[in-house]
């Protein structure tokens, strides 16, 4: 897990369709000083793990694919990643939570709002 980040300075946002899907993409700063972010490392959903500094370009998106299942698109600086069918557990326990949180996001409430969205979809299919 990531310990706590602190707010970035968001530089630019924009979408990024490269990745098959439409991906919200934050561009960043992590330092307002002359102290550059130090490096860690990132641990990413069925053991992916990212060492060096945040990332200067960041974008995720997440779909739910089924009953605790969901599809999800990370951008991180010039690297996409994509899986199919995480479960939530995997998703919460990643360095995406506290990234999103220092972006003002909410992983939980994402998670959340794609099930609710995803529920919604299934019913209009059937």
């Given at each position: 897990m990531v310990d706590a980040l602190p707010t970035p300075t968001i530089l630019r946002r924009s979408f990024d369709e490269s990745a098959g899907r439409i991906v919200p993409t934050f561009e960043l700063r992590w330092h307002e000083g002359s102290e550059p972010p130090r490096e860690r490392l990132w641990e990413l959903p069925e053991q992916v793990s990212l060492v060096g500094p945040p990332p200067q370009r960041f974008g995720v998106t997440i779909?739910?694919?089924?009953?605790?299942?969901?599809?999800?698109?990370?951008?991180?600086?010039?690297?996409?990643?994509?899986?199919?069918?995480?479960?939530?557990?995997?998703?919460?326990?990643?360095?995406?939570?506290?990234?999103?949180?220092a972006l003002g996001g909410d992983l939980r409430s994402a998670l959340e709002q794609s099930a609710r969205t995803g529920q919604r979809r299934a019913q209009k299919v059937a």
């Open positions: 779909e739910c694919v089924g009953a605790d299942a969901y599809a999800v698109v990370v951008l991180w600086d010039r690297t996409r990643l994509a899986w199919e069918g995480l479960p939530r557990v995997q998703l919460l326990a990643s360095a995406l939570a506290p990234l999103l949180k």
